[in-house]
C-alpha cells in the first residue's frame, strides 16, 4: 500500500513563507509527475503546480514567481516553497503523485491535505 504524508502547513502572515513536504512510503517502483493542488472553500480544486521525473515544472497563474516547486527522487518526496503568500492563498493544500506500485501501470494517489492560512 501506498501512503502519501504531508507537512508544513500553517498559519502565516501576508508576505510571509511556508515550505511544504509531501512523502512517499510503501511499495514504489517508480514514481512519475508529483503534483501540488489547493482547494479554498466554496471553490474547485487546482493545479498550483507539477514537476515530471526530469524536473520540468509547470504552475497556476496566481503562483508564477512566487511558489517554486521541487523533488527528491531518492526519498520520494515532492516541495512546494511558497513565498510572498497572499490571502488568497488560503486553502487546503494536496499533494498528489502518479506511482507505479505493484502493477505494471501508474496510478494516481493523494496525500490527506495541509491546511494554509494567510492572514493578520
Known amino acids: 500500500q501506498v501512503q502519501l504524508v504531508e507537512a508544513g502547513g500553517g498559519l502565516v502572515q501576508p508576505g510571509g513563507s511556508l515550505r511544504l513536504s509531501c512523502a512517499a512510503s510503501?511499495?514504489?517502483?517508480?514514481?512519475?509527475?508529483m503534483a501540488w493542488y489547493r482547494q479554498a472553500p466554496g471553490n474547485e480544486r487546482e493545479l498550483v503546480a507539477d514537476i515530471d521525473r526530469g524536473g520540468s515544472t509547470n504552475y497556476g497563474d496566481s503562483v508564477k514567481g512566487r511558489f517554486t516547486i521541487s523533488r527528491d527522487n531518492a526519498k520520494n518526496t515532492v516541495y512546494l516553497q511558497m513565498n510572498s503568500l497572499k490571502p488568497e492563498d488560503t486553502a487546503i493544500y494536496s499533494c498528489q503523485m502518479r506511482i507505479r506500485s505493484r502493477s505494471f501501470v501508474y496510478n494516481d494517489y493523494w496525500g490527506q491535505g495541509t491546511q494554509v492560512t494567510v492572514s493578520s
Open positions: 510503501g511499495i514504489i517502483y517508480s514514481i512519475g509527475t
